[in-house]
């Protein structure tokens, strides 16, 4: 082997906004006649859909990029997630 180029190519990978589903199976016990189903797993927000990237992405755009939330949800709207500005606001 005699050597190599190595060349280098910055590139931009468009961030992806998906939807996770987390299934969680019921299950009959038939001794003792109730249904029983694993917990839940635990949220950063309880009761909301948002993830820990989410939530990230959006408080880094508005307080250090200083991104408003309108802007934000014109950003999301063309990422195909409508999240309204009151949303982003809560």
Same mark, same amino acid.
């Not at 950063?44 to 990237?53: F, K, T």
């Not at 990230?56 to 307080?63: D, H």
């Given at each position: 082997?005699?050597? =190599?180029?190595?060349? =280098?190519?910055?590139?931009?990978?468009?961030?992806?906004?998906?939807?996770?589903?987390?299934?969680?199976?019921?299950?009959?016990?038939?001794?003792? =006649?109730?249904?029983?189903?694993?917990?839940?797993?635990?949220?950063?927000?309880?009761?909301?859909?948002?993830?820990?990237?989410?939530?990230?992405?959006?408080?880094?755009?508005?307080?250090?990029?200083?991104?408003?939330?309108?802007?934000?949800? =014109?950003?999301?709207?063309?990422?195909?997630?409508?999240?309204?500005?009151?949303?982003?606001?809560?």
């Amino acid at each position: 082997m005699v050597g =190599e180029d190595v060349s =280098e190519l910055l590139d931009l990978v468009a961030a992806q906004v998906r939807v996770i589903q987390i299934a969680r199976v019921k299950k009959s016990c038939r001794r003792c =006649e109730k249904m029983v189903q694993p917990a839940a797993p635990s949220r950063p927000i309880p009761g909301s859909m948002a993830g820990p990237g989410l939530l990230a992405q959006i408080l880094v755009s508005k307080f250090d990029d200083h991104l408003p939330l309108y802007r934000q949800h =014109e950003i999301y709207a063309r990422m195909g997630a409508d999240i309204p500005d009151s949303t982003l606001l809560d």
